[in-house]
Each structure stands twice: as C-alpha cells, then as structure tokens.
C-alpha cells in the first residue's frame, strides 16, 4: 500500500491522557482512535495487525480439528437465568439493555450459556461427540477501571473456544493438549519467551484453572515463575493450601515474582452449563447424560495491546514478523522522476512477488520520514535514494537489531519474500 493514500497520519506527540504504553503507541501511530476510555476502534494499519493474529490463532485450532461459528452480542435474559448469572449481584460487569416492549436483554460478556442452548439443538448420542467450536467476538463487559489501553476494554475481541466431551477423561486429553497449542499460538505471536502457563483457582467444576500471563510490568496480574521449569502460580492463588490442591511441592521451585498480563485461560467447565440448559446425551444403553464442557478463551486486543507492551524501544513500536501490520517498509528518499520510477518498480516486484509493503511514497523530510517508521515499527525497512541508487543497492534495516546492510533490489525481493512465506 502507498503511505500517501493511507488516511491515517501519525502524530509528532504522544497522547496525553493515555497511562498505558500500547495505548500511548498505538494511537501516536494511528493504528486504533480512542472512542472513550475502554473504548477503541481499529484503523487500517491496527486491523491489519488484528487479522494477522486471528489467522495464527485460527490455523492452530482449525489443525486441532475446532470449528469455528460465530454467535450473537444480544442475549436474552432466560438463557442466563438458568445458570444464575444473570443478576448483578452475581455477574458485576454486565451491559444490559431493553427492547422497546420492555424485554430486558444483555450484550454478552461471555457464551457459555449461549453455546451450550445452541448446542442442545444438535447434541443427542454420544456419537455426535465430542467436537469443539470457536468464534472470534466483540465481548461487553462493564470494566470499573480502564486504564490499561487496549489490554483492559469495555467492548474487546475475544478468541473463544468450547469443547463438549462424553466425561471427564476425554475432556482431560483435549484439555491437555489445548495447553500445548496455547503455547505454540504464543510462541507464533512472538510472545512464547516470556509467556508461562500459570496456575490459577477455577470455577465452576475444578479447584483450579490455566492462565498463560506474559510478564510485563504493564501487568495488573503478579505471578510466581520458575523460570528453568517453566511453571508459574497466579500471586492471588499462592497458599500452602492451593499447593497442596495443585499436587506441588513447594520446596521444588526457585520462584521469582514478575507483573504480568492475562492473555489467554483454560477451564474444564464440567456439567455447569449442559445440566442447566439440558445439553445431554443418550449413551449406548439409551441413558442420559449432561455433556462435559470446556471453555478456552484469548484476549484479542490484550494480545496486541502486549505485542506492544513486550516489543518497543525508544523510537517507538517493533512488530514481530508473524503479526506486523506489513512485513516490508519500503522509504523512498527520491524526488526525480527516473529515481521515482526505480523505487514504484521494487514496491511493484515485491507486490508481485506476494510481500506486503508499506511504501513510503510522500514527499517528506527523510528525517521525518525514519522516525515515523520507527514509531510505527514494521521489522524491515528498505531505502532507496538518489544515492544508493548510484551504488545500484538499497539500504536494508532491521527494526529491531538498527543494523544497516546495502543490498542489491533483487536480493531484497528474495529475502522478503522469503521472511513473507516462513
Ligand atoms: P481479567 O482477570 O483480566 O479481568 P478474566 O479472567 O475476567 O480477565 P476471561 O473471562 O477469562 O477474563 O476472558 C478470557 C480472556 O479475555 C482473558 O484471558 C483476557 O485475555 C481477555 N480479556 C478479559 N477481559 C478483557 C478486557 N476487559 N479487555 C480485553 N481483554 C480482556
Ligand atoms: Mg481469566
């Protein structure tokens, strides 16, 4: 894409108002506009780095054999009555709302009851079991503090996933090799080094649950890790006690504390959400049952909210290749119309060679133009000008490392075009 039609700019200042570095970034470089606090819409650049995280995450659950749906906002209060999670006094963050009959309604913070009503409709014998479905939605959640960017919203993207097994065992083989793929997503993502599958209590069927916390100071979680055994325990849940629940021995661990982000969580849900909106299955004898269910969610937002929090230096924000907004910023420093029309061939080869590029074609300041590449953080930048181009090379540098290299055009287009398909 040209930079010149890109209808976002970036700003020479830093937001004021915003507390948190992702916000404070993301909307310097004009990847998210912020409606009101909690509240934000994706632009372009923003989207594009949204989409690229859906599709890693889409590919690993649909290798898993997950299905994905899509269900709705609007909820209608009988559904959550049968669960008891529709009082205030039981679920504090609802957004609720009315029909203009007076019907009261609710905009989903969750779709455990929603799914498990969906599901009943197809569920009869144990062999329509077990399968899994997701769905990538907007969630409401009346937060009472929203200071943490794009990490803590009041309308956000979630990942969530449901899983609908006979009985315990099977769900536990599901159960454990979600935590696998969790890791391998996280790992995608760019943020599988500092990520650790946390222990954490867990309603409403076990005495536990997972979370995967990123450390990061931007945090408003604390977490307990060993580093070399890659196990860490939620701060709030660290006791003799839920030790002893999880089956640890404490003398075992060399634990140090880290603030950390909540990106990602595992629950076996057990039979909560299948007896109270009759989900069940006849087994072989013509006996019924409540189906098992499981419920794995991924903060959409919060996980590029981290992406920022975990990737930036001082100039500004260091996209992971895996989910940059394009893999290439191609800078262009010519004015003359020959030099013009070298620099439009290399956007074209790249473009042809299936690389996403940002092509900085305006007419700027090259400083200006460097330090907006920097805030916006694509990991290669490619700059052609009047004098590289009487070398015959291009400048190349990486977003991340600040090294510079001179390269000739066509050893950019194959080394791009093969970060594009690794
Ligand atoms: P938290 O403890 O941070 O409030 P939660 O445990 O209530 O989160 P879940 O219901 O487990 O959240 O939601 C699944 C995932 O959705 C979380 O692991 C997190 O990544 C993300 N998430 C939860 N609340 C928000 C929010 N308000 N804004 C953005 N992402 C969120
Ligand atoms: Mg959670």
């Known amino acids: 894409m040209r930079q010149s039609q890109l209808f976002t700019k970036i700003k020479k200042e830093v937001p004021s108002g915003e507390v948190a570095k992702n916000a404070q970034l993301l909307l310097q470089a004009g990847f998210i506009h912020k409606e009101m606090a909690g509240v934000y819409s994706f632009l372009p650049l923003g989207l594009r780095v949204i989409e690229n995280i859906k599709q890693i995450i889409r590919k690993e659950l649909n290798a898993a054999g997950c299905q994905e749906m899509c269900m709705t906002a609007l909820q209608s209060k009988a559904i959550w009555e049968k669960t008891n999670r529709w009082s205030d006094d039981v679920v504090d963050n609802w957004f609720k709302t009315t029909l203009k009959n007076g019907t009261e309604l609710g905009l989903a913070f969750t779709h455990e009851e929603s799914i498990a009503q969906i599901m009943s409709n197809y569920v009869h014998s144990y062999k329509d079991l077990p399968f899994f479905a997701y769905q990538f939605q907007t969630k409401f959640r009346n937060e009472l503090r929203a200071k943490s960017g794009i990490m803590r919203g009041r309308e956000f993207l979630m ?3 449901y899983s609908f097994h006979t009985d315990k065992k099977a769900h536990d083989e599901f159960y454990e090799k979600m935590k696998e793929v969790y890791m391998e997503i996280f790992r995608t993502l760019g943020l599988g080094d500092n990520t650790y599958l946390t222990m954490s209590s867990g309603e409403p069927f076990s ?5 995967f916390q990123t450390i990061s100071e931007a945090g408003e979680d604390t977490i307990l890790f060993d580093k070399e055994k890659k196990v860490a325990i939620n701060k709030d849940d660290f006791s003799d006690q839920i030790f002893i629940d999880f089956g640890l021995n ?4 060399n634990f140090e504390e ?6 990602g969580d595992i629950y076996s849900l057990g039979t909560k959400y299948s007896e109270a909106l009759n989900l069940t299955y006849a087994d072989a004898e013509g006996k019924n049952h409540p189906v098992f269910m499981g419920s794995y969610g991924i903060g959409i937002s919060r996980v590029m909210g981290t992406i920022v929090e975990v990737c930036n230096d001082k100039n500004g924000m260091i996209w992971p290749e895996e989910v940059a907004p394009f893999a290439v910023h191609l800078v262009s420093l010519c004015v003359e119309d020959s030099d013009v029309a070298k620099v ?24 200006q133009k460097f330090a907006e590449s920097d805030i916006i953080g694509i990991p290669h930048r490619v700059i052609m000008s009047k004098k590289t181009m009487q070398d015959n090379s291009v400048e190349y540098i990486d977003r991340k490392a600040g090294n510079t290299e001179f390269l000739t055009a066509d050893d950019v287009v194959r080394l791009t075009a093969s970060w594009q398909s690794s």
Not at 250 to 253: A, F, G, I, V
Not at 258 to 263: D, N, V
């Open 258 to 263: 880290a603030k950390s982000i909540e990106i």
């Open 207 to 211: 005495k536990y649950s997972f979370e």
């Open 159 to 161: 990942k969530d996933l």
């Open 250 to 253: 404490k003398d075992e661990y």
């Open 344 to 367: 439009d061939a290399l956007y074209q080869k790249l473009v042809d060679a299936g690389v996403s590029v940002l092509y900085d074609d305006r007419d700027l300041r090259p400083g």
